[in-house]
């Protein structure tokens, strides 16, 4: 009788996740201890500007919640050290600082933020690929499209997250043969689980939505909701919900989630922002506008975890949120385990860096 093989030793990574926000090299855990006091007012362009303030609070703890999420990272094929996070001062210490044995180092950036180095991003990164640190890039709008370095940073990238389909052709075809490319629109930056499932919600619609997509089309979707359903319909048209208080939306069994056909971009009117993502993952049912182009939300519909009408069609709103309301338990679970363990940015990172070997 031959004995087993071993297992193979997983595989050993650190994750550096840059965010313009941060400053020198830290470990994430340390920087989220400070995040709640940060001063900001160095880092915007007019801090006597209160609203302007409030948005870059918003938007300073949106990044930090990234960084929780990717020092949450698992997979079984992986151990995962204590990840790191940095901003322009301390990105080039990811390469300096030493390395435990086995050790495997990515830079991680999202969103349009490789832009920050402007000029500089093809060398910064290019630097970083010569001593050995990969670079994972999720971007999840038109990064090759709209991001005046995407080519130039295009040949360092060993993984990329993008929604738009087809890419830019300038940029695609610079990317490595063995880049790991992963077409995924918005996701939820949160920790998988961290908010329990609600057993008794409020029987209520809940709209998460910002100022920004207060179109008219918008607007006359909200004026007859509140006119359909009275009482049992909530409207939040703030900028965005603070991530610190996006638990609290368990208590609603829907949400009326924006679509993002209001955007100029092909792939951001396709998108629907990451608002159904958190409704699912917080246990609502996300009730969402159909798109013309992008497949990914209809792909969700037709497997009963989110609820769809059509564009501008009110009675069919209407009827898509009555079913949403009517759904029992058991349905709402299963939305809400789908959401946790598939669709939030944790897991499609980690699926991501387990296929770039």
């Not at 182009?293 to 009110?314: F, N």
Request: glycine share 6%.
């Amino acid at each position: 009788m031959t004995s087993a093989l071993p297992a193979a030793p997983r595989r050993r990574i650190r994750i550096c996740y840059f965010n313009t926000w941060a400053g020198p090299l830290q470990p994430v855990a340390d920087y989220l201890a400070r995040l709640p006091g940060l001063d900001l007012r160095p880092l915007v362009s007019d801090p006597r500007d209160a609203e302007l303030m409030r948005k870059a609070r918003l938007d300073c703890d949106w990044y930090g919640e990234n960084a929780r999420c990717f020092a949450a990272l698992a997979h079984p094929e992986i151990e995962f050290l204590p990840a790191w996070t940095t901003g322009r001062a301390g990105v080039l210490d990811t390469a300096k600082a030493p390395r435990e044995p086995g050790e495997e180092r990515w830079l991680v950036t999202m969103a349009q933020q490789p832009q920050a180095f402007g000029e500089l991003a093809p060398k910064v990164f290019a630097l970083l690929a010569k001593t050995g640190v990969r670079h994972a890039f999720y971007a999840f709008d038109e990064a090759s499209r709209t991001m005046p370095c995407f080519a130039d940073i295009a040949p360092f990238l060993d993984v990329l997250v993008h929604d738009e389909a087809p890419m830019a052709e300038a940029g695609a075809a610079r990317l490595k043969p063995d880049c790991v490319r992963r077409h995924r629109s918005w996701v939820a930056n949160l920790l998988p689980g961290a908010t329990a499932f609600a057993e008794a919600p409020e029987e209520k619609i809940y709209f998460l939505g910002s100022q920004l997509g207060l179109s008219p089309h918008r607007r006359r979707q909200i004026e007859f909701l509140a006119a359909r359903f009275k009482d049992r319909f909530v409207a939040s048209c703030d900028h965005t919900t603070p991530v610190n208080g996006r638990g609290e939306l368990a208590r609603y069994k829907v949400g009326f989630c924006p679509e993002g056909r209001k955007f100029s971009t092909p792939a951001m009117a396709a998108t629907h922002t990451d608002r159904p993502f958190w409704c699912g993952c917080l246990g609502m049912v996300p009730v969402s506008e159909d798109s013309q182009s992008g497949g990914r939300l209809e792909e969700l519909h037709r497997a009963g975890l989110i609820v769809r009408y059509p564009h501008g069609d009110l009675a069919g709103l209407a009827a898509a949120c009555e079913r949403a309301l009517a759904l029992p338990n058991e349905a709402r679970r299963r939305i809400y385990d789908h959401f946790n363990a598939h669709e939030t940015v944790g897991h499609v990172l980690a699926e991501a860096l387990a296929a770039a070997r």
